[in-house]
């Protein structure tokens, strides 16, 4: 068998962290890796750049895929995945970082996926947070909106993670989430390493996105929707799904733009329509939600409030 890794990467204007990504794959311990990197449709001058850095390394274990249209970061990764030449796949961002170990650490005889379980957040200071999960309930968890692992952090065997239809093109944001729910929902062939760390995350600060709040409410919207249509979850599970409505509410606070409520109410309906929550708690999260639209109650009771119904 031909063992190797194929790493996906989208990208959107920040060649830099193409270069990054590059400067760590060339000092791979193992160097059986194949890299997709596909463009979203970056601005002109930044494709040009692309193209030509690309030539520059000439390196066939790089491929470079261009789209013609702007589409989303779920749609890059599928039409990496369907160049990976390998049956290991990995789906890396343009701003995170790798050990040299990463390639090795993921040589692996395995069926469905693999998670390696301890990974490090980077601060724009340089500072690194270890992350990591104790817990075992791994389903629960991302039913409850506890993201414990992050979309790099998973090893994908190619042939399941088609079998399973790849990640969800109409999901905005939460397409890591969905799609780790859904490989656990069908998924019985699958491993948890207790790994040394050698994948190294960088957030972006979401008070720089606008529209995060509408964005990520649509996408809470849809995935509890998608949730409840195709699979089957027991009482004590449904009842772990209110905490999405938590999260559209912390994005909220977060950006502190109240005109914004109006995208949390919707989800808020929505989750009392499917009867997520009961009527006592969607009373009382539209209440919170008028108190906090006119500056009638402080950012850390607002949440602390939300925390207790929904979390």
């Not at 414990?148 to 397409?175: A, C, H, M, V, Y």
């Not at 969607?282 to 950012?299: E, K, M």
Request: charged share 25%; with cysteine; hydrophobic share 40%.
């Amino acid at each position: 068998m031909n063992y190797g890794l194929s790493i996906i990467t989208p990208h959107y204007n920040y060649i830099k962290g193409l270069e990054k990504i590059y400067s760590c794959l060339k000092v791979q311990t193992l160097k059986n890796w194949q890299w997709v990197i596909v463009d979203d449709f970056s601005d002109e001058a930044i494709v040009t750049a692309t193209k030509k850095w690309y030539q520059q390394i000439n390196d066939e274990r790089v491929l470079l895929v261009c789209n013609s249209e702007k589409t989303n970061a779920s749609v890059c990764r599928n039409q990496g995945a369907t160049k990976a030449r390998f049956e290991s796949l990995i789906f890396l961002d343009a701003d995170d970082t790798i050990s040299k170990d990463f390639v090795k650490n993921r040589h692996l005889v395995f069926n469905d996926f693999v998670v390696f379980k301890n990974w490090a957040v980077l601060g724009a200071d340089g500072s690194q947070v270890n992350k990591g999960t104790k817990r075992q309930d791994y389903l629960n968890c991302f039913l409850n909106a506890k993201f414990i692992w992050q979309t790099s952090t998973i090893l994908w065997k190619k042939s399941f993670f088609n079998q399973i239809g790849q990640f969800d093109p109409n999901l905005e944001r939460l397409q890591d989430v969905e799609l780790s729910i859904r490989g656990l929902l069908l998924g019985n062939q699958f491993q948890v390493i207790d790994n040394k760390i050698d994948f190294y995350y960088t957030p972006n600060p979401i008070r720089s996105k606008t529209d995060i709040v509408e964005r990520s409410c649509r996408s809470v919207n849809y995935l509890i929707s998608k949730i409840e249509q195709r699979y089957s979850l027991n009482a004590s599970q449904i009842k772990l799904l209110k905490a999405y409505y938590f999260a559209c509410v912390k994005n909220l606070q977060r950006t502190k733009n109240r005109s914004d409520v109006v995208f949390v109410k919707q989800s808020l309906i929505l989750f009392r329509e499917k009867r997520f929550i009961n009527f006592y708690q969607s009373a009382q999260g539209i209440i919170l939600l008028f108190l906090y639209r006119y500056q009638l109650i402080s950012d850390s009771l607002f949440l602390k409030w939300n925390r207790y119904l929904f979390k």
